[in-house]
């Protein structure tokens, strides 16, 4: 009898627990609910359970965090506010959470006029290269390229400081040409400069940033973290590589990417960063894949996004709109590595930069650029390029392969191409250097100060091999194509290292 009863006290017991779980779970959804954050925003992202669970000795290989993320900001404002920031309630009163208008996670839209923006990153830019540095670089996407645009101000808040410096915006960088596309339900990427310069503070990396429109006192709703990620450089130079967003929904690129990773690694990438879309943007296989490699060594840093699909209403134009959310990614990465390596490039997971000749990697390569830069480009005296830029040429799958790396190498038995390279003015893949360039598209830099124009860079130095079909098809049989199978240099150490890589992955 006594036991029973132990029994059932032991099952009330374990009721009661359950009871009181389930209502904290409910308390916090409805809490997140309340402040204007949708109830799933902290579940619903993979990276954030993925550092929820991780242990203290690999949690700092995790690359996922995102500085707008709203729990994040909403924690930061929320702490600011309780210690009594920006009492002057007549100018320009700290931002509150909730005011901010949050799309997609990752953005926050505002208006200025007849304008809309949805801003996405902010970043403290010191470079001595640059005008007005120091500065705050503010990047979004806007709804009209020709404007009418509003007088706009920088409200700059500083850690522990109660009231925020106010700057006018100095202009407006806009990352896209109309003749690539335009219409009235796309958004553009823009760049938005905001002048430190002359500020008592101007020394100090700001901790949040707003932008508003007419009124320099009016109440922000938007408020951007800064980012600045401090050098860390040594003297060797140092490359990172930038990827757009990740889509390949249909077919497993899990050996596609593990052979052009570890390539990249041989030519000397120490990072490489993509943007994860979630969802079935990946196969499975791909996904885990590209996980081991961003939470194994940080080789390779996975950014979760979401893509602005156009204002007011998702647009009819999507090839465009993807063209345009890609070069705001560009834009990010470039920014977020500016300050630890020295050159960034901008690649496709199908596309190598291969240094020829003598040149094993792109160190050799740069320096050699950089010593022979007047013998390069005839009659110039130029000593520092923005970009070095290299010449596409085509390996398409159709012509005859070479059966002898193993079957699972894609670009080790492809080393036959057609024979002619294209133009500089097409489809050219760069090395941009972070001391001079302040824009980038996916072929070339945008913008830069203090620095030639980029360099077209002699095929017998260097040439961009782009693993895909030409888009004129007379090229796969006239001229010859021809075997060009430099990448073979490589071929022991890359198959060595993509076996051992598989290893890891239980493969």
């Not at 669970?53 to 702490?79: C, F, T, V």
């Not at 309780?82 to 997609?104: M, T």
């Not at 913008?447 to 260097?462: E, F, I, K, N, Y």
């Amino acid at each position: 009898m006594f036991l029973r009863w132990v029994k059932i006290l032991a099952w009330l017991i374990l009721i009661a627990i359950m009871v009181k779980i389930f209502s904290l779970e409910k308390l916090t959804a409805e809490n997140a609910h309340s402040h204007g954050l949708p109830a799933k925003v902290v579940s619903a992202d993979p990276a954030f359970r993925r550092a929820a669970h991780a242990s203290p000795s690999n949690s700092h290989r995790l690359k996922y965090e995102l500085a707008n993320e709203p729990l994040k900001l909403k924690q930061l404002l929320d702490a600011n506010a309780q210690k009594n920031w920006s009492r002057d309630g007549n100018c320009a009163p700290y931002p509150r959470h909730k005011d901010l208008h949050i799309v997609n996670v990752h953005y926050q839209f505002t208006v200025g006029g007849n304008v809309t923006y949805y801003m996405f990153g902010a970043y403290y830019d010191r470079r001595h290269a640059v005008e007005n540095a120091p500065s705050v670089a503010i990047l979004a996407m806007f709804s009209s390229i020709p404007g009418p645009f509003e007088p706009a101000y920088c409200q700059v808040w500083f850690e522990d400081s109660d009231t925020p410096d106010i700057v006018e915006m100095q202009h407006q960088q806009v990352a896209w040409y109309e003749v690539w596309g335009n219409g009235p339900d796309l958004v553009y990427p823009v760049l938005l400069n905001c002048p430190l310069q002359g500020s008592p503070r101007s020394h100090r990396v700001p901790q949040l940033v707003s932008l508003v429109f007419t009124d320099r006192c009016a109440r922000a709703t938007n408020a951007l973290r800064v980012i600045y990620e401090a050098p860390q450089r040594s003297r060797a130079t140092r490359f990172a590589v930038c990827v757009k967003d990740l889509q390949f929904p249909g077919r497993d690129m899990s050996e596609r990417w593990t052979e052009w990773l570890e390539l990249m690694r041989l030519l000397g990438a120490e990072r490489v960063t993509a943007y994860d879309l979630g969802g079935a943007t990946l196969t499975a296989n791909t996904r885990r894949t590209l996980q081991h490699y961003a939470q194994h060594d940080g080789f390779l840093q996975l950014r979760p996004h979401t893509l602005l699909q156009g204002h007011p209403v998702p647009t009819i134009n999507v090839e465009a709109s993807k063209r345009l959310n890609e070069v705001l990614l560009y834009i990010d990465c470039f920014y977020r590595n500016m300050y630890e390596f020295d050159y960034v490039g901008i690649f496709d997971v199908d596309e190598v930069i291969m240094p020829l000749g003598e040149l094993h990697n792109w160190s050799q390569l740069v320096q050699h650029l950089e010593r022979n830069s007047t013998l390069a480009v005839a009659g110039s005296d130029c000593k520092a390029y923005a970009s070095y830029c290299f010449r596409n040429v085509y390996y398409p799958q159709n012509l005859t392969v070479d059966e002898s790396p193993p079957g699972n190498f894609y670009m080790l038995r492809h080393v036959r191409r057609v024979a002619e390279h294209l133009d500089a003015n097409s489809a050219v893949k760069c090395l941009h250097s972070t001391h001079f360039v302040t824009s980038v598209h996916n072929h070339f830099p945008l913008s830069w100060r203090l620095a030639c124009s980029p360099l077209d860079v002699p095929t017998s130095v260097g040439q961009m091999q782009h693993y895909r079909e030409p888009d004129d098809k007379r090229t796969l049989e006239q001229p010859t194509p021809v075997r060009d199978d430099n990448i073979w240099r490589f071929k022991d150490q890359l198959i060595g290292n993509v076996l051992a890589k598989r290893r890891e992955l239980g493969r």
